[in-house]
């Protein structure tokens, strides 16, 4: 039975951010809102409206809402999803804590199941952090622009050395001045007979400039990689045929690439590279230089450059690092039968959001058939006279308009379906990937896992120190408390740790 003496807070929020055309209106929101807490017997003791984004944290209603919840005005939140109430990691942590702190003792939405449980806070973790990567996937709106003008052979972007962006025209011209000296630049490299260094000497003497500065090694190796001064566009790893003017041949730009190579293939004999696993996979956690490796008597070292000062940390085994990264491995993954529990619980919430978007769904279809009948109505009255002709085209527009915005919704409604439970999917699969990985994966596939997730890759006094990225790091703190739950048999050890 419901306790009475429960308060709610409503909060209801819209923003006119990519991600928020496909949600529901603030009006449509509070009204699914309030028969929603009539129906389940809730007592709203406020109602916060906001129309902000929230993919980054600031929002005054938001953190009124909040100021409320830690003096004990209320002490449950009713929303349409857990992403009305947070798109960005802050925030998302602010909800997360006060619930750890029984500030708020209900979190209630009628498209998504949460209670006050470690699994419950854990899988609330999960879909602040899918909204967060809805949020992040909008960069990828900006960039269709983009393609677009990349399909059409048009730079998006500041025109390289050598040629100006037509601002007028939005294209890209040749530079009548500096052009010249960029195809010079290819021809003398393509000899053979300039070294960067030189051959950056040379043309910064002739007067090649960016910005009336002079350009250094880096500017000459990049204008000699760039395929765009022979016709084509390299945006993002990708290749389009470009509509501007070519400076050079296809054949000269190859033959400084054949040049190009045939230097670094020179320069790594005389160091004598070896292919090391975890070369400048590392920084050093006293100095900051990168991690070197090295052979000694049969065995791999890793050791700090030491470039840039003196610097007092010992040299490690490889074969340490590999079981230091297979045990962090282990830390956030999930093992099979867990997973497949998680994923079964996936399956019944995007039933359960079936269900409630089908409701919701009704609800508009409702409002479509009163609506028809209304202008059904409205005709009749016109036919017996009881209203004029100007009368009816000014009601008709405002039922036509009401109309088409509550099929606008209904649309958004089957477009959106259950893809918001893909990402949690792909996560939990990946989790459990991860914990193979560690098992059976080699020291090259474990790295790149670890940099996949993880950022800030230190080691100092022989232990690798490293930072998750959501929700990896919200992974390994569950596994931690699972663990010390459980005493020596924690959930990593399912894997053979």
């Not at 929230?54 to 003096?71: I, T, Y």
């Not at 960069?139 to 037509?166: S, W």
């Not at 002079?214 to 389009?240: C, H, M, T």
Request: glycine share 6%; with cysteine; net charge positive.
């Amino acid at each position: 039975m419901q306790n009475l003496t429960m308060r709610y807070f409503l909060y209801a929020r819209k923003s006119t951010d990519e991600a928020d055309r496909q949600v529901l209106s603030i009006e449509a929101q509070l009204t699914e809102l309030r028969d929603y807490a009539r129906k389940e017997g809730f007592v709203i003791a406020r109602e916060f409206i906001e129309s902000k984004t929230a993919k980054e944290p600031g929002r005054e209603v938001f953190n009124e809402m909040v100021a409320g919840l830690e003096q004990g005005a209320a002490h449950g939140i009713v929303a349409w999803h857990p992403d009305r109430l947070a798109r960005n990691s802050i925030d998302g942590g602010r909800i997360i804590y006060l619930v750890d702190t029984a500030k708020i003792l209900e979190l209630k939405f009628p498209t998504f199941w949460f209670d006050p449980t470690p699994q419950g806070k854990f899988m609330l973790s999960i879909a602040f952090g899918q909204s967060k990567y809805f949020i992040d996937n909008l960069a990828e709106n900006v960039k269709r622009g983009l393609r677009q003008k990349l399909r059409n052979g048009i730079f998006p972007a500041l025109a390289p050395i050598g040629y100006k962006n037509d601002t007028k025209n939005h294209t890209i011209v040749v530079d009548p001045v500096l052009a010249p000296l960029v195809k010079r630049t290819f021809e003398l490299y393509a000899s053979g007979r300039y070294p960067i260094r030189d051959l950056r000497d040379t043309m910064n003497g002739l007067g090649l400039k960016r910005w009336e500065k002079d350009l250094a090694n880096s500017n000459y190796q990049k204008i000699l990689k760039n395929p765009f001064y022979y016709g084509v566009i390299r945006y993002l790893g990708e290749y389009y045929e470009g509509k501007h003017t070519p400076l050079i041949s296809k054949a000269l730009y190859n033959k400084c690439q054949e040049v190009m190579a045939r230097k670094s293939r020179h320069t790594h004999a005389q160091k004598g590279l070896k292919p090391y696993v975890y070369r400048a996979a590392f920084r050093c956690a006293e100095c900051g230089c990168y991690i070197t490796t090295e052979t000694q008597k049969g065995h791999n070292y890793l050791h700090c450059t030491k470039r840039k000062m003196p610097c007092s940390q010992l040299f490690v085994r490889e074969e340490r690092i590999d079981e230091q990264v297979r045990d962090i491995l282990k830390r956030v993954s999930l093992p099979p039968a867990l997973a497949a529990e998680a994923l079964d619980n996936i399956k019944k919430e995007k039933s359960k959001a079936a269900q409630a978007g089908e409701r919701a769904a009704q609800n508009l279809r409702d409002k479509i058939d009163i609506l028809n009948q209304r202008m059904n109505a409205l005709l009749d009255m016109v036919l017996s006279g009881q209203l004029t002709q100007a009368e009816y085209a000014l009601k008709k527009r405002s039922f036509v308009e009401e109309k088409k915005e509550i099929e606008m919704k209904f649309a958004a409604f089957a477009r959106q379906g259950d893809k918001r439970f893909e990402p949690v999917r792909a996560f939990y699969q990946s989790a459990s990937h991860v914990g193979e990985a560690a098992v059976s994966g080699n020291p090259a596939e474990n790295l790149q896992i670890l940099k996949n997730i993880g950022s800030n890759l230190i080691i100092g006094g022989k232990r690798i120190s490293y930072k998750l990225s959501f929700p990896w790091e919200k992974l390994q703190n569950f596994n931690a408390a699972a663990a010390a739950a459980k005493g020596e048999k924690a959930i990593f050890e399912i894997w053979g740790g």
